[in-house]
């Protein structure tokens, strides 16, 4: 179960109003990499392991702490967006800069929300939960994790670029650090578990159940052979073999489909037709 | 541009119909992680990709050889469907068998595709761009191509156990095995780049852009402290600096919102309305 | 089944041109709160409803007027995008008012509906079936039709300051009248189900089925007790029975999950791993 | 920010392993209504609440035990898929029963998460963001949440009918019994709101905005008259006003459009063809 | 503006309840091609339609038939779903024809809608509007419409042998009907406008818009010249031009993208990292 | 299988960068009728293809083509992105010109491609698998194909007026023929198709499933009789039969449903209420 504390792990207090940056922070909010996708995918996958209770524990703990940095981006977002002049149609019409706001910014934040964050992106395109993945492998889902904070931390990075604003950069500096932390966290994560599976997941997939003939091979399938310069080519791969280069070969059939039964309704064989 | 032959890259045919387990097989064709996810997340990060021709090459190779696991389960699926009784409404009222097939299987098959494969997951939703990522950022990408073959090989061994087919099994053994090279290629070439760039996604972040003094700590936001057990709690990070296990502080404040401007028409102030 | 007349409800004629509201105006037409919502979501109450004819003639009357509110806004929408300076990429350059309407404008409104309005909101998202609700249980969407009427002219009334457009104003001041009278009409019909069935939904739920001592107590989850100071707390709730104020307890146990089985190639239990 | 308890708010432990009824589970976890909607709802209100701290803390509280519910519900659905022969195809093809298990099951709970909940309903459509709504006006956002407590509870009731398992239904009354708190809470909030700013949201539109004419009349656009019967019909509405009966009329023309502009390659008119 | 008559267009009772057909059912109201499809088109279209009044006519007439078309789907479903088992768990532990229509049904129908319909489709999708499409170019419109009247009979078609049920048959023979005619009549109507403008849409891109050399040849992309035989190659085109058949070629070059600035955090190009 | 050539199919340089621009491109890449649909259209009704095998040859061949399309629409979105000032927020605040790219332009674009394309439509709605179909029946799907070619070329003529790049409208004016050969290839190949099979699809519905007394009449459900005058009306259909134009009629009865049973929890009919 959980509990809430009132003030926020950080600031999240801009200089001035910016509805325009309030709807591009909503991507890191909300979007595909957003802190909503953080935390649901580590409170569903802390909820969903099973054995490895300190590694559920940690996901408890990653996954609790980053609903308070959703917290700190509503509040972020709301802020932005309150003192100016969003609703003022008239001085709109005489003063360009106004213009271009009420041009700029995501329109649900005047007619939706009234001046308040969305579980949605940058572009109004809200979460959802095809975001995340909790698959009961945890070495594979650490792996997840790598990428989502690594996609995270690059977004909030551009975003420093994109304001001038010292307490909107001042936020972004802590996430920018606590993404800094889950990568390495997550990094030794996977390295304790490779150590004792090895890096291919899943690690119990008997060999009877693989063609592992084709378990090293490269194939160039685009034109040009510029990959097969990449300085890990021919040697050994990370689960121990060696890696090979070839030319791409068909080792199946030409697909020949029977006709449909006529309940489907399907089109007749061409044959038939004539 | 691209060019297509008409061998299959491998087998595609079941010694049985089995409408049942072709709903099933969708989730690796057109699920979050199938195949489509695979070879257009590739594609498009080749497509994107500055500079580095030899990755581009890598993920054009990768990306266009994937459009033929694609071609290959869409066939298995069309084949599983093909020879079964799906349509026929009065043999399943005396027979439970049949009976459970029509309800077992994707009604879609019948109704919508005439017994052929669909862009969508084994519950029926549809592939969407949101599943992929090209970020601009290699190190970041590779790392989500690695998370991406690590789920569907999962997914792929899971299947595995539910069919009894030699046919689909045989194909499995070959995606399963393909799957071991890209987890390979994606951790050799992860290597590579960290071996340039460092560790932490992205690598051009300016110190002051980042509050380091966060960057190295894990916070016990889940009550109970098996998590400081870990085995790389309290050592040196991957990226180079010394973890950190502490309790969870508030740095910032309390949140307080001001007031909407009337034309938000949100609610007034409680104090207000006394 | 259903007819139509040409003529429109109410008048849907702006004075001038005006993309940019045109986007914003697809708000209310397509929106999760928009006039599709409202007569999908009445038509498909009245086509479920089971007995109560009375109200299954209210929800026929009103799903079938508001298809005509849909309608207004179409013409609306393809009023205020026909005159202006749209396809006209070389006076925009020279003219900045005109590059900030093609810029602030939605492509979609030029590329692929050729100046006409289409199914979505303001941020191009596509309505959606699961905006609406139909039950079967008339109190808990007579519920669900006070919000939507709230909420639709709530967002109308911010969309009236954003418009200096007296032709647009004088629609939107009908949308806002009938709104008035659809809260109306909702709650007095919630206020005579209530008076039948009590408050509580659904109102057919036997005693035995429910841990009633957790039926009437808040629990302080948010560290703070301003919610205690509320002016119903501590008193008679409306179903009758008192309401309690506590500090929340966990009542459950920690939860420990078995292994799964080794066909699943979940992570394996970490002490085996040692 | 926030933090978590090991223990759960209440006990999630079946009697039995049943994967067909983890399926219809997930509706109330991930689905329009369930418990990640409620959940997310009141912690975006309580973020956006701007002033009435009270009622900030009141969703905040509520919000926060809600994550609670989530993570029961996650807890009961891993539990009834631990057990049961999901993998098990050989048996499945010699007992009907398993195979009716096989087939029943969401074939994802196998294939995509290993034996675990997601965050979806229970046809497997993620949970979205769409599903909710914080606005900015308490008085609409309370009556969103009494629909979907309303709705909830509704759902949580036709579940109870669905299982025999003695385990899950004392979960199931646990979470009855919140819904009937949580309903009564926020038929209080409305009361307390009501009576300060009058029934109709939002109380602070100007008279001149809204055409009252229009503000307090049903019109029958569904042939009979069954409606007028009811018994509020011709009364004082909930506004003060009277309510009045009417057959339809169009107030508006028919609207004509003008052609649109060569560049729209919109079909030329029809007169301009001939 | 609209009006409702209650009576049904055509019959829609079943013989029998089918809470297994009720699920398919859904496919032909709120799938990619049901009635809420075609409803929703025809009356965009005919709303978004400038000039050429008696087309946008015959679009209002048609799509205001067609929401009667969902009426009678959305009663047949409820037919279907009422006096079946569906909540009686008891006795489908004892008997496998109640356990399985408890396994094969949809859920929602029992959990959601109370035994009623839904705008999705027969795998619990949503309808959307990214379904339809209005576009303002008649003739491009039409061709959407003749597809989706072919997609809908063909589904329509399908869906009869996947019932015994006379009542239910009798139904789909009405609709059968309807879809004939309005494939007919959308021949019609194109066949009327290719006519008067030709049959590329749209008619009025100028010949230099256009790279004229591209615009008859059939390119062999995969291997194997079988479509060479088709009887129109080397043909006359419909436009008027000669058909050819070329082995494709690469007009373009190779792209080379020039590095992204420092600030985008992309990754540098691989010469810089050595 | 698949391979891939680097060079492109046809030039894909604009001039000069343009950001807003590459917003609006991305409708025809990822959106509805872009070019993703319609190769994923074409190669899932190509595997898809029971006996013919010519047409299944042409789709394979045309859809292997468009993969190219595809690239090279992304290769220009990543060049209209390059040489902008996207980041540089310091010379927005003074450069109004620039401020007003940075306002325009799709934020994604900057945060999380990275200056390169996504799989998105112009409004940053990610492309689906429900944008098209492969149902096994070949006269529907290619109505479905020149539906989708001719939207797809409508959307490039109007882009073509939305700029003055003279390197994009060299690619335009390309995709505008590749869309004039293939809407003359679809109408052959539909041609060539009704002509053996008749022009209602499917052709194979048996005469007894069908009502035919309404395959052939035009009901006026909207006021007014412009659509009688259509020239078709009162001809012979294009199956051989007469048109009828008549008023609506309701040959259905008033549906009254039977009340649910009590574990539904639905509302009691209105009468026990009483």
Same mark, same amino acid.
């Given at each position: 179960m959980f509990f809430h504390k009132k003030e926020l792990q950080y600031h999240a207090k801009p200089d001035a109003p910016d509805p325009v940056f309030a709807k591009k922070l909503q991507e890191v909010l909300g979007g595909q990499?957003?802190?909503? =996708?953080?935390?649901? !995918?580590y409170l569903f996958q802390g909820w969903n392991t099973r054995g490895n209770e300190k590694y559920k524990d940690l +996901?408890? #703990?990653i996954g609790t702490e980053e609903i308070g940095h959703? /917290?700190? +981006?509503?509040?972020?977002?709301?802020?932005l967006l309150e003192g100016a002049p969003v609703y003022e149609q008239e001085k709109a019409a005489s003063d360009p800069v106004i213009g271009a706001i009420l041009g700029g910014m995501n329109p649900q934040h005047a007619i939706v929300t009234g001046?308040?964050?969305?579980?949605? #992106? *940058?572009?109004?395109?809200?979460?959802?939960g095809n975001y995340i993945i909790a698959s009961g492998n945890l070495l594979a889902d650490f792996r997840a994790n790598l990428n989502a904070e690594s996609q995270g931390r690059l977004q909030v990075a551009r975003l420093y670029s994109l304001t001038d604003d010292k307490g909107v950069k001042d936020? +972004? *500096?802590f996430l920018i650090a606590r993404d800094t932390m889950h990568q390495n966290q997550w990094i030794a994560s996977i390295r304790d578990l490779e150590s004792k599976e090895g890096v291919i997941v899943p690690s119990t997939v008997p060999p009877e159940w693989e063609a592992t003939e084709f378990s090293h091979t490269l194939y160039n399938n685009s034109?040009?052979? /510029? =990959? *097969?310069?990449l300085p890990w080519v021919g040697q050994t791969a990370p689960d121990g073999h060696q890696f090979k280069y /070839? !030319?791409?070969?068909?080792?199946? /059939?030409?697909p020949i489909l029977k006709p449909?039964?006529? !309940?489907?309704? #399907? =089109? +007749?064989?061409?044959? #038939?037709k004539k």
């Amino acid at each position: 179960m959980f509990f809430h504390k009132k003030e926020l792990q950080y600031h999240a207090k801009p200089d001035a109003p910016d509805p325009v940056f309030a709807k591009k922070l909503q991507e890191v909010l909300g979007g595909q990499y957003g802190e909503m =996708s953080i935390f649901l !995918q580590y409170l569903f996958q802390g909820w969903n392991t099973r054995g490895n209770e300190k590694y559920k524990d940690l +996901l408890l #703990d990653i996954g609790t702490e980053e609903i308070g940095h959703v /917290e700190m +981006l509503a509040t972020m977002i709301a802020r932005l967006l309150e003192g100016a002049p969003v609703y003022e149609q008239e001085k709109a019409a005489s003063d360009p800069v106004i213009g271009a706001i009420l041009g700029g910014m995501n329109p649900q934040h005047a007619i939706v929300t009234g001046l308040g964050a969305a579980p949605k #992106d *940058s572009m109004g395109f809200p979460w959802n939960g095809n975001y995340i993945i909790a698959s009961g492998n945890l070495l594979a889902d650490f792996r997840a994790n790598l990428n989502a904070e690594s996609q995270g931390r690059l977004q909030v990075a551009r975003l420093y670029s994109l304001t001038d604003d010292k307490g909107v950069k001042d936020m +972004l *500096s802590f996430l920018i650090a606590r993404d800094t932390m889950h990568q390495n966290q997550w990094i030794a994560s996977i390295r304790d578990l490779e150590s004792k599976e090895g890096v291919i997941v899943p690690s119990t997939v008997p060999p009877e159940w693989e063609a592992t003939e084709f378990s090293h091979t490269l194939y160039n399938n685009s034109e040009g052979e /510029e =990959s *097969s310069q990449l300085p890990w080519v021919g040697q050994t791969a990370p689960d121990g073999h060696q890696f090979k280069y /070839e !030319q791409p070969k068909a080792f199946g /059939e030409r697909p020949i489909l029977k006709p449909a039964p006529p !309940q489907a309704h #399907d =089109s +007749l064989p061409g044959e #038939d037709k004539k």
